[in-house]
């Protein structure tokens, strides 16, 4: 394999491994250390095989924040890589009873978990394990419990910030403020009004969707990135579109919305991709220090 920067030494690399309600796990890189936001697998054995695909070796992760409690981002198997490779689980003190009991201790009831756990707060940064990554959040309106958006800084890359925002129905003032210390952003663009409109789904599970502790769609992600680069004084170095739903969107759908809003406001330079659903998509160099 190719040495990609960040993952082998200098730079900064963003990788998503997963996105969707299917699980969720993104990895960013730093100076060859490397801590993952969220890690929703359904086996280890997809977990070992993404982690091999990238050249991160397990022992070089330093920690997986869990953005909020909901399946595709916390689950058993996540518990048990956790312990397995002793990687710390960074999780939001409001979650961590609920999240252990119903993903951990309903599948193993009697068994004491042995990972290693670090409970944040809100508005309180804090350094992961071995002081490569810091990490500030705020709270974002989702139905997972206390959910995250996450502002962490890669202290051995010059102190490039990344933006971690993935489940959210609505956005305000503090998210916008901790997004706009942001170099690039990750932002959920889970849904197109054209396509929900026909959704087959129940009447419930939509409404639930577009509440404002659901998700965002297209249009209110790209309306959030604008906002962010006017606070901001400056536009983001470039957007990663995360967890599009399979049947509400599609990449092309969320891609060709969300650059012409961007173009409207005139961001139309900025560079946006998006990760592939259920899926690992393609490493994105955000700094090349080779």
Not at 94 to 103: D, G, I
Not at 190 to 207: T, Y
Not at 219 to 226: K, T
């Amino acid at each position: 394999m190719v040495a990609l920067p960040g993952v082998q030494g200098p730079g900064v690399l963003l990788w998503p491994l997963r996105s969707g309600s299917s699980g969720n796990c993104l990895l960013l890189a730093s100076g060859g250390e490397a801590i993952l936001v969220d890690a929703g697998w359904g086996s280890q054995r997809g977990f070992r095989d993404a982690l091999e695909r990238t050249g991160v070796d397990p022992s070089s992760v330093r920690g997986i924040l869990v953005s909020h409690t909901h399946a595709d981002h916390i689950n058993y198997t996540t518990y048990r890589i956790a312990e397995k490779h002793a990687i710390p689980l960074y999780v939001h003190h409001r979650n961590w009873e609920r999240s252990y009991r119903m993903h951990y201790l309903e599948r193993a009831p009697g068994r004491s978990w042995q990972g290693e756990r670090f409970l944040f707060r809100f508005g309180e940064p804090f350094r992961t394990v071995g002081g490569a990554f810091e990490v500030d959040a705020v709270e974002i309106p989702h139905d997972g419990g206390a959910c995250a958006c996450f502002l962490v800084t890669c202290l051995n890359a010059g102190g490039y910030r990344v933006a971690i925002a993935t489940d959210l129905g609505a956005w305000g003032k503090r998210v916008v403020r901790l997004m706009a210390r942001a170099d690039y952003l990750v932002v959920e663009s889970n849904w197109d009004p054209d396509l929900i409109a026909r959704s087959s789904r129940d009447p419930r599970d939509v409404a639930r969707v577009m509440g404002n502790r659901g998700h965002l769609s297209n249009e209110a992600a790209a309306a959030l990135v604008s906002e962010v680069a006017v606070l901001k004084g400056s536009p983001p170095r470039g957007v990663l579109l995360a967890h599009l739903s399979a049947d509400h969107n599609s990449i092309t759908t969320a891609l060709r919305s969300v650059r012409s809003h961007l173009g409207r406001t005139g961001l139309g330079d900025v560079p946006v991709v998006a990760a592939p659903r259920g899926m690992m998509g393609e490493p994105v160099v955000l700094v090349d220090a080779r």
